[in-house]
Nanobody
Framework: QVQLVESGGGSVQAGGSLRLSCAAS????????MAWFRQAPGKEREFVAG????????YYADSVKGRFTISRDNTKNTVYLQMNSLKPEDTAVYYC????????????????WGQGTQVTVSS
């Protein structure tokens, strides 16, 4: 069983930056897949970015490509989502999730989820 805890959300102005963290505990391997999703009020949960748990082979939604970056701290078993040039439309609750197989953008295929962290971007 994998437990995930997100942190790092907050309120920023448009153009600002935040770094989200996803810390894992339990049985997780570096070749597992992880992803960041977000959900705004009244909208479906959408894919943001994904990679292996080691942080390699990142892939991104078109809406965040060039602005968001996944990275990994091996000493802390934590994956980060660096978010730059934030826009008001990035406002949402952000979740990290894990599954065994790499490459999915479908939230229904992910088996372990964190509790979410709120990101609010004001114009």
């Amino acid at each position: 069983q994998v437990q995930l805890v997100e942190s790092g959300g907050g309120s920023v102005q448009a153009g600002g930056s935040l770094r989200l963290s996803c810390a894992a505990s339990g049985r997780i391997f570096s070749n597992y897949a992880m992803a960041w999703f977000r959900q705004a009020p009244g909208k479906e949960r959408e894919f943001v970015a994904g990679s292996t748990w080691s942080g390699s082979l990142p892939y991104y939604a078109d809406s965040v490509k060039g602005r968001f970056t996944i990275s990994r701290d091996n000493t802390k078993n934590t994956v980060y989502l660096q978010m730059n040039s934030l826009k008001p439309e990035d406002t949402a609750v952000y979740y990290c999730a894990v599954r065994k197989l790499y490459g999915s953008r479908d939230p229904t295929t992910f088996t372990s989820w964190g509790q979410g962290t709120q990101v609010t971007v004001s114009s």
